[in-house]
Every structure is written in structure tokens, then in C-alpha cells.
């Protein structure tokens, strides 16, 4: 093995112990072994791609957010993709952090980008799940009255037959809940289809509402609710 995939291997076991730390101060910790190592793995190797998207994801997964943050994680993604256009990591968390930013249009260009036949080949279609729900909650949100109900549709029964598959590994749409809850408390009436057919399947997944309305509406479990 050389430095190149000893730095790598390092790296991502860095990046698993940061998710499995509750203690902030343990992540900052962790991230600024995995920001330090992933400089040094950029000077080692420049031309690769993966370097860079290495850099981003430690800075993605910083636990405090700031324009820093950001500034880096950005950049190093669009460095990533400028070298390999095709590299689906960097362009799937391109999409996260536009979405984390509310630049939705940006955010459903990266997401619909996605080559799911990759992640179906790597054995992570939960990744290519979660593109195509994000994708459909910039659109709902970007043009809630155009909105084609039909793509719901087709997304909930997508989503369904993988859970059926794989529920070990699931990955809950919780930003298609957290879209039905922003419809809701932006005017939407409770009764619009969109609304229905997202409360119910987070509801029928055991998921929790953060609207008391909705939830005491819907018979949705509901946790340090909002009114």
C-alpha cells in the first residue's frame, strides 16, 4: 500500500469516527485530523479528483456551519468535478450544501445529474434515492401550483419497494417531511394532495412531525412540536 491509499484509508476512518462521536468537541477534533491529512493528500496527488473531494467532505462534515465552511467545501467539490466531471460523490454533495443554502434551483441541477446506474452498480441505491427526493422537494418548493402530483407518486412507490428490500440500510425522507411541514406553515392548505400523500407515508414509516397541527390532523407521532 502506498502514502496515496494510506492517506485515503486514513481519511474515511477518520470521517466513520466523526459520525459515530456525539461529542462536538471530540468532531472538531476528528475533522481537523481528516482536514490536515486531506491537505497533505492534495499536495501528494493534485491531478486526482477524489483528493479534492476528500478535502470537501471533511469540511462538509465540520460540525459548526459558517461561511468557512462553506467556502471550502465548495470549492474543493467544484475543484473535484472540474477534474472529473463525472465523479458522483462530489456532485451529489455539491447538491447537499446548495440545498443546505436554499439554492434550490442549483441544488436540483446537481441532483439531476445523478448517474443512479453508478450507485446502483457501487450497491448504494439509497444515495440514488435521496438524489431523486431532494430533487423532487426543489421542485415542489420552486414551483409548488405547477407541480406535477404524478411525480410524487411515482417517487413514494420507488421509495416503498427499496424500503421493502433493504431496511437496514434505509435512508428516511426526511426532507420530503420536512417540505410537507414547509407547505403547511407557508399557506398551503392541510388537505392539498402533496400534503396527504407525504404525512401519510412518513406517518406509515413511524416518523416524527415537528407540527402539532399536522401530526394531531394526520395521527402522526409528533415530538417538541411547533403549533
Avoid at 414547509?182 to 407540527?211: A, C, Y
Amino acid at each position: 500500500m502506498d502514502n496515496k491509499e494510506k492517506l485515503v484509508m486514513r481519511i474515511e476512518e477518520l470521517l466513520d469516527e466523526e459520525i459515530d462521536t456525539d461529542n462536538v468537541q471530540d468532531k472538531v477534533r476528528v475533522i481537523h485530523k481528516a482536514i490536515r491529512l486531506s491537505e497533505e493528500l492534495v499536495e501528494l496527488a493534485p491531478k486526482d479528483g477524489n483528493s479534492y473531494y476528500l478535502l470537501a467532505l471533511s469540511w462538509y462534515n465540520f460540525p459548526h456551519k459558517s461561511n468557512v465552511r462553506s467556502w471550502h467545501t465548495s470549492s474543493n467539490l467544484l475543484k473535484a468535478l472540474q477534474i472529473d466531471p463525472n465523479h458522483q460523490y462530489a456532485n451529489q454533495y455539491l447538491g447537499y450544501l446548495y440545498f443546505d443554502q436554499d439554492r434550490l434551483e442549483e441544488a436540483k441541477d446537481r441532483f439531476d445529474l445523478t448517474d443512479h446506474s453508478f450507485f446502483q452498480r457501487t450497491g448504494e441505491n439509497w444515495r440514488s434515492i435521496k438524489a431523486k427526493e431532494l430533487s423532487l422537494v426543489c421542485e415542489i418548493r420552486l414551483d409548488t401550483n405547477g407541480f406535477d402530483e404524478a411525480k410524487l407518486d411515482t417517487f413514494i412507490s420507488e421509495y416503498l419497494d427499496e424500503y421493502a428490500q433493504d431496511k437496514t440500510t434505509a435512508e428516511w425522507p426526511t426532507e420530503l417531511k420536512q417540505c410537507a411541514e414547509w407547505l403547511f406553515e407557508n399557506g398551503v392548505d392541510i388537505n392539498n394532495p402533496l400534503i396527504f400523500k407525504i404525512v401519510t407515508l412518513s406517518r406509515d414509516l413511524g416518523m416524527t412531525l415537528w407540527n402539532r397541527t399536522l401530526a394531531s390532523y394526520f395521527g402522526a407521532k409528533c415530538q417538541e412540536c411547533r403549533v
